[in-house]
Nanobody, 115 residues
Framework: VQLQASGGGLVQAGGSLRLSCSAS????????LGWYRQVPGIPRGSVAL???????TYADSVRGRFTISRDGAANTVSLQMDNLKPEDTAVYYC??????????WGQGTLVTVSS
């Protein structure tokens, strides 16, 4: 499985950004596609996850501001991030997980939110 992420960048607080990720290769099903983020000194944590069966979860810190969407046929997942806050600054990673506990990661993309 290969994951190619795009998007990210620098935005002022209150602004918006959109991250996209495309999965290729032999895609396990069912699966969970989603986004994690990491800042130095803090373990990588989940931001938003979308299961192939339709279930979606959000971290409490982003619920109501971020929206995840996936296209099962195209094996893509996007994260619309609105009302960004400086504390959202992190490296964001696209992730695909299967029921066997295998995690696949895309390259990180930096999101910087200035105050």
């Amino acid at each position: 499985v290969q994951l190619q992420a795009s998007g990210g960048g620098l935005v002022q607080a209150g602004g918006s950004l959109r991250l996209s990720c495309s999965a290729s290769g032999t895609i396990p099903r069912p699966n969970v596609l989603g986004w994690y983020r990491q800042v130095p000194g803090i373990p990588r944590g989940s931001v938003a996850l979308a299961a192939s069966g339709g279930h979606i979860t959000y971290a409490d810190s982003v619920r109501g501001r971020f929206t995840i969407s996936r296209d099962g046929a195209a094996n893509t997942v996007s994260l619309q991030m609105d009302n960004l806050k400086p504390e959202d600054t992190a490296v964001y990673y696209c992730n695909l997980a299967d029921l066997g506990g295998n995690y696949y990661w895309g390259q990180g993309t930096l999101v910087t939110v200035s105050s």
